[in-house]
T-cell receptor, first 113, second 115 residues
Framework: GNSVTQMEGPVTLSEEAFLTINCTYT??????LFWYVQYPGEGLQLLLK?????DKGSNKGFEATYRKETTSFHLEKGSVQVSDSAVYFC????????????FGKGTMLLVSP | SAVISQKPSRDICQRGTSLTIQCQVD?????MFWYRQQPGQSLTLIAT?????????ESGFVIDKFPISRPNLTFSTLTVSNMSPEDSSIYLC????????????FGEGSRLTVL
């Protein structure tokens, strides 16, 4: 079956530090990959996505590259801000008539001034 | 994008009672999905709700515990029946962003605490 594994948190960083949150996946076929973000007290929002190998998704300074050879989709940001503090979920979608998402457990990011 | 409204946003419930969560979408959608997010855990798909047919439940979830209604293309309800403290979770309604995109839009969730 499909599964997503991401690094456990919390990840604690100082403002302007470099961020990496690791995500690897197991899936049959060629899934689409996503990063969702959940800010405190809010619902999930799509942060970025990639639909095929070697695609790079980017948004708000965050980037992730779909690496088929390593089955990975690591999230990176060069300089984090306090406002980036949130829980980040890696997910995959394996379309089979309709799309459902398989999520990782989420990684909490805490950024201090 | 779709705007998804859920009610209630949060509630505190007594053991043994049932609660119905409503999900309203601002556009017509074929499928709606209900997820559960237990404390400190990831999101787990409970069921997929198609308008005009019975909901399809994932392994570990049954209709008697989580009955779902889908009366039209913009609305769905999820009932959590005979609640126990283990049902304390955030329940999220979601819809597809479009065929073949794989992306989902989520409501803000309904946070239930069962005492």
């Amino acid at each position: 079956g499909n599964s997503v594994t991401q690094m456990e948190g919390p990840v604690t960083l100082s403002e302007e530090a470099f961020l990496t949150i690791n995500c690897t996946y197991t899936a049959t076929g060629y899934p689409s990959l996503f990063w969702y973000v959940q800010y405190p007290g809010e619902g999930l929002q799509l942060l970025l996505k990639a639909t095929k190998a070697d695609d790079k998704g980017s948004n708000k300074g965050f980037e992730a590259t779909y690496r088929k050879e390593t089955t990975s989709f690591h999230l990176e940001k060069g300089s984090v801000q306090v406002s980036d503090s949130a829980v980040y979920f890696c997910a995959l979608s394996a379309y089979s008539g309709y799309s459902t998402l398989t999520f990782g457990k989420g990684t909490m990011l805490l950024v201090s001034p | 994008s779709a705007v998804i409204s859920q009610k209630p946003s949060r509630d505190i419930c007594q053991r043994g009672t049932s609660l119905t969560i409503q999900c309203q979408v601002d556009s017509q959608v074929t499928m709606m999905f209900w997820y559960r997010q237990q404390p400190g855990q990831s999101l787990t798909l409970i069921a997929t709700a198609n308008q005009g047919s019975e909901a399809t439940y994932e392994s570990g979830f049954v209709i008697d515990k989580f009955p779902i209604s889908r009366p039209n293309l913009t609305f769905s309800t999820l009932t959590v029946s005979n609640m126990s403290p283990e049902d304390s979770s955030i329940y999220l309604c979601s819809v597809s962003a479009g065929q073949d995109t794989g992306e989902l839009f989520f409501g803000e969730g309904s946070r239930l605490t069962v005492l």
